[in-house]
């Protein structure tokens, strides 16, 4: 079974350009998950998606970041404009929605200089 | 709200010593417990779970037991290696499946 895919991995940008990532998750699988990941930190989520509607975004960011999820499937997170702060790990994961158990893809490494 | 408390790292054991990272958890409810392994430049990975009291998770020779009476979950390993040396993090999942992550701790392992 395929694991969650995310690209890119590593993403360099200076502050004021924008940039987005893309997570397709395990196949089947109903619940999407971002989370920004700040060195040294836990996760941090930023939304949840229970197939192509918004569960919870109370900790995204949204006068810079948006996130979708067309036809249920895979999702883009943007920035725009990136801060020197967004500069983090991405994750995306995801899950059945009838259990609690979470998936993660490998990340993007995101670099605001 | 819930919460989950692990112990704070580095972690520094030699090779084939016993290993335990302890973590409490505070939640209404029963929620299910993980225990989450972070290799260094990678994304997170399913370690072991578990989903009511008293049940055993267990993986790669790591175990932990879901304590309902002290609300914690620790993980141990009997013998560690080099290449267990990552970030190790506690969670719990709350009633939205919503992860409650603790700070992690991170496990070096000298040979």
């Known amino acids: 079974e395929a694991g969650v895919a995310q690209s890119p991995r590593y993403k360099i940008i200076e502050k004021r350009q924008s940039v987005a990532f893309w997570c397709n998750p395990i196949?089947?699988?109903?619940?999407l998950y971002w989370y920004q990941q700040i060195l040294g930190q836990g996760p941090k989520l930023l939304i949840q998606f229970q197939n192509n509607g918004v569960v919870d975004d109370s900790q995204l960011p949204k006068d810079r970041f948006s996130a979708e999820r067309l036809k249920g499937v895979d999702s883009t997170l943007k920035i725009q404009p990136a801060k020197l702060e967004d500069s983090a790990v991405y994750l995306c994961?995801?899950?059945?929605?009838?259990?609690?158990?979470?998936?993660f893809g490998p990340g993007t490494r995101l670099t605001v200089l | 709200g819930d919460s989950v408390t692990q112990m704070e790292g580095p972690v520094t054991l030699s090779e084939e010593a016993f290993l335990t990272i302890n973590c409490t958890y505070t939640?209404?409810?029963?929620?299910?417990l993980f225990w989450y392994v972070q290799y260094p430049g990678e994304g997170l990975q399913l370690l072991l779970k578990?989903?009511?009291a008293d049940d055993k998770g267990s993986n790669k020779g790591f175990e932990a037991t879901y304590r309902k009476e002290t609300t914690s979950f620790h993980l141990e390993k009997g013998s560690v290696q080099v290449s267990d040396s990552a970030v190790y993090f506690c969670a719990l999942s709350d009633s939205n499946y919503q992860l409650i992550w603790g700070a992690g701790t991170k496990l070096i392992i000298k040979p």
């Open positions: 994961a995801s899950g059945m929605g009838s259990t609690d158990t979470q998936y």
């Open positions: 196949s089947g699988h109903a619940t």
């Open positions: 578990a989903t009511k």
């Open positions: 939640a209404t409810g029963y929620p299910s």
